[in-house]
């Protein structure tokens, strides 16, 4: 009985699963058109029934980006299930088809599924003639590109089109999105730069491309200065809101300034010992110089008491400062960690931002800040920097500063740190920009 109960359950389960396969062109193409349709109803609802446009004025720089990341997000899942209908159609063969009808499975009808794909290929097709996404949209490497307009003789630096849309098949090559480390060919890329200069000054589209390129190139700044204000903002207020409000409340339940130690390390107990011996001979020697009336024995006593209290007060607060940095500290990580993982298009805009700003300066400018950083943290003068930094950190932490550990951090990370980057100045900067490892080398000597 219990075998016959356990066939039945094995045979329904493989059943569904039968099904299930069977019912993946349906529901594959189900999906793709739940994405088009959600594709259109934003265009209809918020684009007047237009395209969705990078740089629309109608809304917001953050609007626009909810709206490119729901539309990325459509679009790849629209993608995504076409082709799985195609593999799964091409699978699919007659013997299936009645196999389904056995199980009860009706397809619709050729009329039905053309128009969906009909419908379908329409709202992507808007947006696959051209399309570079926001993260290749706005990672374009900087060029120079000179409009010469008839009104007005005016010479301009702009960033290379940026566009979402390109006019034709040659500015679809001359503007594909290449990094300065990837392009390496037999022609000096000086050469290759004016020819293609040359071709957008001669197409005549180019000044409506220049324009949309500066636009886009203006919100890449924009976004990238706003993520770094919130990289820097948000952990400092998840730190203080924390502290203030779990953290704090948390430690001073828990350990109540009554029964609390006074020193949670050596250092601190070291340190208030010699306040107190300091205050001690501070009193003793005014009174023998006459600076302060007579003191006797006793009412010494009592002011060096009046001291240990309050030195003990102090130290009992950095005390529990340190434990409530410790734990405040964490949600701050956590929320860095958060920011970094819910914002990785912001990423990849703020690091081609800082890949246009170092590679864009001169061979000079980038020797200068090559030796400026080296000679920062891994030069003959770093030690002490880094001692500083380390003491530093375990004060915040309520931690004592273990000299071994210390020096032994100084012999070691500064020596990896000046491997790592000699190498990227070898395998990179050295293809890249040859002249600038030329003027670090003279420079440096």
């Known amino acids: 009985m219990n075998n016959s109960v356990f066939s039945q359950k094995i045979y329904s389960y493989l059943l569904a699963a039968y099904r299930w396969y069977l019912l993946t062109p349906q529901r594959s193409l189900d999906e793709a058109y739940k994405a088009a349709l959600h594709i259109k109803s934003i265009e209809d609802e918020h684009f007047n029934g237009k395209k969705i446009e990078a740089d629309s004025t109608i809304y917001s720089s953050s609007m626009m980006d909810y709206f490119e990341l729901d539309l990325k997000k459509q679009l790849k899942i629209a993608r995504m299930r076409l082709t799985e209908f195609r593999a799964s159609r091409w699978f699919s063969n007659e013997s299936n088809q009645k196999a389904a009808r056995k199980t009860g499975i009706e397809y619709p009808s050729a009329a039905i599924i053309l128009e969906k794909l009909r419908f379908i290929d329409e709202v992507i097709a808007k947006y696959t003639v051209a399309e570079v996404d926001t993260n290749s949209a706005i990672v374009t490497q900087p060029q120079i590109v000179k409009v010469d307009k008839v009104d007005e003789v005016a010479t301009q630096k702009l960033p290379a089109p940026l566009t979402t849309q390109l006019p034709n098949k040659n500015i679809e090559q001359k503007l594909k999105p290449r990094r300065k480390a990837d392009t390496t060919g037999v022609l000096p890329r000086s050469i290759l730069g004016t020819i293609s200069r040359l071709q957008v000054e001669l197409d005549p589209n180019s000044e409506q491309d220049v324009v949309k390129s500066f636009r886009q190139a203006q919100r890449r700044t924009i976004i990238s200065i706003r993520f770094i204000l919130l990289l820097i903002i948000v952990p400092l207020l998840a730190h203080q809101l924390s502290k ?28 208030a010992l010699a306040e107190l011996q300091r205050f001690e001979e501070r009193i003793k020697f005014e009174n023998l110089i006459g600076i302060t009336p007579s003191l006797n024995a006793e009412v010494i006593e009592n002011k060096l ?140 000597e």
Do not use: C
């Open 244 to 271: 203030a409000l779990i953290v704090g409340p948390l430690i001073n339940h828990f350990r109540p300034d009554e029964t609390a130690n006074v020193f949670i390390n050596f250092e601190m107990e070291e340190e």
């Open 305 to 444: 008491k009046e001291k240990a209290a309050e030195i003990a007060e102090e130290f009992r607060g950095e005390s529990a400062n340190a434990i409530k940095n410790v734990f405040a500290d964490i949600f701050s990580v956590g929320a860095f960690v958060w920011l970094l993982l819910v914002s990785k298009q912001s990423i990849a805009v703020l690091k081609d931002f800082f890949d246009n700003i170092v590679y864009g300066l001169s061979d000079s400018a980038k020797a200068f800040i090559i030796i400026l950083f080296t000679d920062v943290f891994v030069g003959f003068h770093s030690p002490h920097g880094w001692e500083v930094i380390l003491e530093g950190i375990s004060r915040h932490w309520g931690l004592p500063a273990n000299r071994d550990f210390i020096f032994l951090f100084i012999a070691t990370f500064p020596v990896i740190l000046d491997t790592i980057f000699k190498y990227w100045i070898f395998r990179y900067l050295n293809r890249i920009s040859p002249s600038a490892v030329a003027t670090y080398r003279n420079m440096n």
